[in-house]
């Protein structure tokens, strides 16, 4: 088989690859956090297993583990959760006249330079907007809570997540070794190398990236909470999440801690304090968090995160998401090795 053959085969089936993917996207969900979940502690298996001489009795072990830490703070974390989204969706009529009292006089001024009839177009186009906002909300949230697949997901993750989980961990390096095999023998080599370079880069970035939104969370919840604001740990615990996608968790944060302040505080003090609290959280991420935990070596620009989240996201849905990441480091990786051999080829150097 010529080269030629070869790349139309392999572009072939990564096309098959995404097709079978898109229209199986209704049921990755558990199996793509299954999965996530046995990459994550792969290497944590790895140790056990070498210290009580069995994989099974290791991947049980950690996954229950894994499991109940994860049920315990979530039986923790709910009640104080669900009681801060109560109050603060009931904040909301407070928070639209609290702006309606700051933006009035800016309002009145904009209407008095523009005219009446000016006026009434942009009230008529913002009506219609609006309406058409609130009719595809509607019908969004009715597709997701009142429909089937809302529930189906859910009972998916709870109960199937786990079983892919322990399988897919138990047998990792059985896995591994088989697609090795598969390898074509010309290539294997170069291949290995490019997944060796993925590997890196996913567990650089995922890996490490967990473990600093993790760390954000408990500190801008715990430093919010300190200085008060309503809702600080629910402000907290969401930037914190957020964070995953850079910049774009911290700015969300910051502007949402800046509402509920400006409804909850009237000194110049309290807001410093507040901007004080993400700024640390800042300084500890940049200086500390990331240098160690993620490091230079990833290689995946915030841009290109945050696009393949979008569109991942759009495509495939939650699973999307969760393979978003992975996906944009075997891009970036294989772009990265596509650049070095047109270097290294006579269509760059003539």
């Known amino acids: 088989m010529t080269r030629e053959k070869q790349m139309w085969f392999w572009i072939g089936g990564f096309a098959v690859f995404l097709g079978l993917l898109y229209l199986l996207s209704d049921v990755l969900t558990p199996f793509v956090a299954g999965l996530a979940v046995a990459y ?58 609290a702006a309606h009292e700051l933006l009035g006089p800016l309002v009145a001024q904009i209407e008095s330079q523009l005219g009446a009839e000016e006026i009434q177009k942009l009230k008529a186009n913002a009506g219609s907007f609006a309406g ?15 429909g089937g697949k809302a529930v189906v997901n859910a009972l998916s993750l709870l109960f199937i997540t786990p079983v892919v989980a322990f399988f897919l961990l138990r047998d990792w390096d059985i896995l591994v070794a088989k697609i090795d095999d598969l390898l074509p023998r010309a290539s294997a080599e170069t291949i290995r190398e490019q997944f060796r370079k993925i590997d890196e880069t996913i567990a650089g970035f995922v890996r490490g990236q967990a473990t ?23 402000i907290g615990l969401g930037t914190g999440f957020l964070a995953f996608v850079p910049y774009v968790g911290m700015i969300i944060g910051l502007l949402v801690a800046f509402g ?13 304090m ?6 640390v959280g800042q300084v500890i991420e940049g200086a500390f968090l990331t240098p160690n935990l993620v490091g230079g070596r990833v290689g995946l620009h915030p841009l290109w995160i945050i696009f393949a989240l979008l569109a991942g996201g759009a495509l495939f849905g939650f699973a999307g998401i969760l393979l978003a990441v992975p996906v944009a480091s075997v891009v970036g990786v294989l772009v990265r090795f596509a650049i070095g051999r047109y270097r290294a080829s006579i269509l760059y150097t003539g």
């Not at 502690?41 to 994989?55: G, I, N, T």
């Not at 400006?262 to 807001?271: K, W």
């Open 40 to 97: 994550f502690l792969d290497p944590l298996a790895d140790r056990l297993e070498a210290a009580l001489k069995s994989r099974t009795a290791a991947t049980a072990l950690i996954l229950l583990a894994f499991f109940v830490v994860v049920i315990a703070l979530g039986m923790a974390l709910f009640p104080l959760l669900q009681a801060q989204v109560t109050g603060l969706i009931s904040r909301i009529p407070d928070a639209v006249n």
């Open 132 to 146: 058409k906002a609130v009719t595809w909300l509607i019908e969004l949230l009715q597709g997701l809570f009142l």
């Open 212 to 234: 600093v939104c993790l760390a954000l969370g408990t500190i801008y919840a715990t430093g919010l909470t300190l200085v008060g604001l309503e809702f600080g740990l629910l």
């Open 260 to 272: 509920v302040a400006l409804m909850q505080f009237n000194d110049v003090l309290s807001f410093v």
């Open 274 to 279: 507040v901007a004080g609290v993400f700024a």
